[in-house]
């Protein structure tokens, strides 16, 4: 009897973002479906032949995806919202990529996060549904993979309540009654995709059911059994890995019962509580544990003696037959291979492992646990000696960082009056019309700016160069935002990738990786920093594009930053301290630019805190920890400045109503938020409490090229004035404009400040 290893899903970007650039390609015309589909296969079969070559034994396929999975199994199981159209076949390319990206007459579908981490899904709609199977894209991969490589692959499924779960009905998302009205109508073309993949020859279909981890009703886990009962009954042939990650179970004892031949758990995200069920419940003998033994969303190279021992641990509970070692979920979240790495420093990157060498240690975890750990003992005294470098080294030692963390207890961090003071200050100095208007940072970076920032990171543009080239850029979008008419202005982050990766390669303790790519929706890729050592602020980092971009207006131009939490959540955190205290170095560090800002004469200063609602851990009894430190490193952020410096904070797709607390605890003189993709539901959590900083809801969607018209703006801005008084309210779109391009942006702004003006002149209202 063997021990086997599994994987629940492979990174789709390609190793130099060949996924990216094909997608784009497609979008900008320049390539035909025909190409498009072939290019994806050729991607996709190198992407299996790797796993299979690492030594891995079961292999998901399916995985793949044309955007995202959610948006997949909506268009397979016919869930397309009615503005698409009506559709009795498999959906065309073109009408997959209208639900995410809208139309000129169809808004497009809403995006949130995927539970608490940065990947976006598209979020079903369940108005007027009529499921219908339109395309078993599992049955086609999984032929495909045999066919061509002949690997009996492990098709990889959204469980069905948990796509229900994931989606909304009027708005809202789904409640217990509708999901037990509308499963019985889905259970059918799951059956028939089951039965399919069978007559095909299937053994597995990995299930993920992700949303179990968030049961804490017994009552909750009945329509988990209706479903896998009738799964289970109708194609008993097909062995169904029912996998859940991100978390524990609280309701283990139910789920094991449940009728499936293998159960995932997470074992490293589940605080230590999937293996306390383990050990003090046991685990069925009729069924496989799949364990989940290595991070999915970190890029720590495992401790293999540790992981060693857990597997020990395992196999006093299920026989060696029953176990399964794999990832603790799907390795889209990680990047490819560390190999593309080549300027990192070795000792932090002998303590990575991106998706490649996670596979790795799953196999050489499976070759110690067969034949004992002497057959890879050089493996394993390899990566022990790695790991204490990195532990010894400066990098995680530093003695500045250590100090000045000692002293966090010593000092109150809160602004110096209350804001109703403030705030009369701040208009007294700004003198901004009624309903400002403004922008959330960045503005489109176009072919020629990624162009001279490629060339300027190759050594093939002098620096000189380089900083003439974006302060032509900064010059030519503020004339831009003056002639469009808006009142606060913005620089335009020209020189930042990314509002987070930016601010890693400014810090000490960071690493910008190279080739680090992870997708966070469709073709958006991003490279989070590593957090590998004590972070600490080392010279200025943005007072000088602001100073510059200040220079060129009147009109206040807003700072811009990116707030400790955002970077944590949007970063590979070091593992071996807490978080929290990561995340109070890089506030001590931020606090030290904020306040650089205001000597530099920058009167408003926004902190963005896009990240704050989605990562909320998934169980509720660790939320208030979690926000606590939120508002904490925040307040040390912020808290350095005078009364008269605004100071704004950004978020972004969240649902707002479970923090409206801690927002208030911000404590900041103006927050904006989205809204448009959520049809403006989080008007009503500001409906419901006495919320009195200064507001903007974002009145246009930013991530769909549509243009929205005057009136459409308008409204949305009418919408949430019944609800916010006219004096606290900012007009704003939903994020950053940097994906868009430039004709669109000028247009979409114009007609929002066309919107304000006409909304201001019905109101005749004196400015603030």
């Known amino acids: 009897m063997t021990i086997i290893n599994s994987n629940l899903g492979y990174p789709r970007l390609g190793e130099h973002r060949e996924w990216k650039h094909l997608l784009e390609h497609y979008w900008r015309q320049q390539l035909s479906a025909d190409d498009f589909h072939a290019a994806a296969k050729r991607l996709r079969l190198a992407n299996l032949k790797k796993q299979q070559a690492l030594g891995i034994d079961l292999i998901p396929v399916a995985d793949n995806s044309d955007y995202d999975h959610v948006l997949d199994t909506l268009a397979a199981f016919g869930a397309v919202p009615t503005r698409f159209g009506h559709f009795d076949h498999q959906l065309g390319l073109d009408d997959y990529y209208a639900i995410a990206r809208g139309t000129d007459s169809a808004t497009a579908a809403e995006m949130t996060k995927w539970f608490n981490i940065n990947y976006h899904y598209i979020v079903p709609e369940f108005d007027d549904v009529h499921f219908q199977l339109l395309d078993n894209r599992w049955l086609r991969y999984y032929q495909e993979a045999k066919h061509e490589l002949g690997i009996d692959g492990k098709p990889v499924i959204l469980g069905p309540v948990s796509f ?49 981890v968030k049961a804490t009703d017994p009552a909750e886990i009945a329509p988990y059994q209706q479903a896998l009962t009738a799964l289970h009954g109708a194609v008993p042939a097909l062995n169904i890995e029912l996998q859940t990650y991100f978390d524990s179970l609280d309701l283990y004892d139910q789920v094991i019962q449940l009728p499936v031949q293998a159960i995932g758990l997470d074992l490293v995200h589940d605080h230590g509580e999937n293996l306390a069920h383990l050990q003090t419940t046991g685990f069925p003998a009729d069924k496989i544990l799949a364990a989940g033994l290595i991070d999915g969303h970190n890029v720590w190279a495992s401790d293999l003696a540790t992981k060693f021992d857990l597997v020990q641990q395992l196999r006093t509970i299920v026989t060696n037959d029953q176990l399964w070692l794999q990832p603790a979920n799907s390795l889209l979240h990680v990047p490819i291979t560390t190999k593309n790495e080549p300027k990192a420093d070795p000792i932090l990157l002998g303590g990575l ?26 493996e394993f005294d390899e990566n022990q000696t790695k790991l204490a470098a990195l532990n010894a080294s400066s990098h995680r030692n530093n003695p500045t960082v250590r100090q000045a963390e000692a002293h966090l207890a010593d000092q109150t961090f809160e602004r110096q009056a209350p804001f109703a003071t403030r705030i009369k200050l701040q208009h007294d100095r700004l003198h901004l019309p009624l309903l400002p208007t403004t922008t959330i940072g960045s503005f489109p970076q176009s072919r020629t700016v990624r162009a001279k920032r490629a060339a300027w990171r190759h050594g093939d543009l002098s620096d000189a160069a380089y900083q003439a080239f974006l302060k032509a850029e900064t010059k030519r979008w503020i004339d831009y935002q003056n002639e469009i008419g808006l009142d606060v202005l913005v620089h335009g982050e020209f020189e930042r990738t990314d509002m987070v990766e930016y601010f890693g390669q400014k810090l000490t303790g960071f690493y910008a990786t190279q080739n680090g790519w992870v997708q966070s929706y469709g073709s958006r890729g991003v490279r989070p920093p590593v957090i590998f050592g004590d972070v600490a602020y080392t010279e200025p980092i943005t007072v000088a594009a602001s100073v510059y971009a200040q220079s060129l207006t009147d009109k206040p131009v807003k700072g811009m930053l990116t707030a400790p939490l955002t970077i944590i959540n949007w970063s590979f955190v070091r593992d071996d301290i807490p978080t929290a205290q990561v995340q109070n170095q890089i506030a001590l560090a931020l606090r030290q630019e904020v306040q650089n800002l205001e000597k530099a004469g920058i009167k408003i200063i926004q902190v963005d805190e896009p990240a704050l609602r989605e990562g909320l851990p998934l169980k509720q009894r660790h939320w208030q920890a979690y926000l606590d430190e939120a508002v904490y490193s925040f307040k040390i952020t912020t808290t350095g400045v005078a009364n008269e410096t605004q100071i704004h904070t950004h978020m972004c797709y969240s649902n707002f109503a479970d923090i409206i607390d801690t927002i208030k605890a911000l404590d900041a003189d103006v927050i904006s938020i989205e809204t448009s993709r959520s049809h403006g539901e989080i008007i009503s959590a500001f409906e419901q409490t006495g919320y009195d900083q200064e507001i903007g809801l974002g009145v246009y969607d930013i991530h769909s090229p549509r243009v929205p018209s005057v009136a459409e703006i308008e409204a949305n801005i009418q919408r949430a004035l019944r609800v916010i008084d006219v004096h606290q309210f900012w007009i704003n779109p939903d994020c950053g404009l940097k994906t868009r391009q430039k004709p669109e942006t000028i247009a979409a702004l114009t007609n929002m400040v066309a919107a304000r003006d006409a909304i201001q002149a019905q109101l005749s209202t004196p400015t603030k």
Do not use: I, M
């Not at 809202?172 to 009205?181: G, N, S």
């Not at 509308?182 to 949303?211: H, I, K, M, N, R």
């Open 353 to 378: 492992a991106f998706a490649d060498q996670k596979l790795q240690e799953l196999a050489t975890l499976t070759t110690a646990a067969n034949q004992g750990v002497a057959a890879v003992q050089a």
């Open 164 to 212: 229900l779960k994931l989606g909304k009905r009027h708005g809202q998302y789904l409640d217990d009654a509708a999901v037990a009205e509308l499963l019985p109508q889905l259970l059918p073309l799951y059956q028939q995709v089951f039965s399919e993949l069978a007559a095909a020859g299937a053994q597995w279909v990995q299930l993920d059911e992700p949303t179990l």
